[in-house]
């Protein structure tokens, strides 16, 4: 279990909306929170107003999150926590996006967890009271959208890289936890993507302000970052691997799983079957066609 209080912490995106929120919560817990972030003016306005130091990063530049990790060695001596928070949420369906949409999205939503885990894990690893590294992932990874195909596909690979580093660091017996943010709904900024999208990048992705909806607006439960902030330091607290924002959405996140169970009932293909302890045995072997 990481131990919040006394802790060093790092937060990207952590200049607003929900790395902002989960800075906030962190700080009332005690611990010494550094919030990275690509907008300068907005970096510096929060961390006067929350008592952070803040750091210029671009997740998606290995080299930039490279040199925060240094500087926050260098600062502190040690990081605790990491929070690979930044993303973008644009939308877009799937036949109208170019490359350029492509490299944008995963570049920041994927690559900056990457990145993260690239700087920071060698110092988690060094440090002999372990740590704990929360990646921000989405409802939205669990049950995909039509038009946020792009951007559930981006959070569904954090999903699946974050158990597999779980289950790794866990095999290496170390003090590591990993726990994987699911959010629904928060009031963030997120619907100004496009604000940080480098010009040589532009395609055919736009933003989307859900929360001005009025159907949309009405359907959904919608936390305020804060709340965000309170969900995850319980998960660090408690080495949670799922952290959920909105556990009433499980009846959609349940349909699709569903789908997936018949799925499995339907098959194996045929010539092929597979036994109860995942051993793979030919058909003919077992006298049936």
Known sequence: ?????????????????????????????????VIADIERQALDATAASIGATGISVDVSDPASVRALAAAVI????RVDIVVNNAGVGPQGR???????DW?????????????GIDAFLPHLRANP?????????????FSPLPGLGAY?????????????????LAEDGLAIGVTILAPGSVRTSIARSLRNRPAELAGGLTDVD???????????????????????TRAILHNDLYAISHPG???RVEARHQVLRAAFDKYPPIGRATGDDGSRTSTSQRGTR
Request: proline share 2%; charged share 15%; hydrophobic share 50%.
């Open 249 to 251: 959405l499980w009846g």
């Open 94 to 100: 799937i036949s109208d996006l170019t490359l350029s």
């Open 152 to 168: 559930a596909a981006s959070k569904a690979a954090v999903c699946a890289l974050s158990e597999a580093l779980a289950a790794e």
């Open 129 to 141: 009271r372990g740590g704990h590294i929360v990646n921000t992932a989405s409802m939205s990874a």
């Open 103 to 115: 490299r944008w999205l995963l570049g920041v939503n994927l690559g900056g967890v990457v990145n």
């Open 210 to 232: 859900f929360a001005a909806d009025p159907a949309r607006a009405k359907a959904s439960v919608w936390l305020e970052p804060r709340d965000v902030g309170r969900i995850t």
């Open 1 to 33: 279990m990481t131990q919040i209080a006394g802790a060093v912490a790092v937060v990207t995106g952590g200049a607003a909306g929900i790395g902002r929120g989960i800075a906030e919560q962190l700080i009332a817990e005690h611990a010494t929170v």
């Open 74 to 77: 260098g600062d502190f001596g």
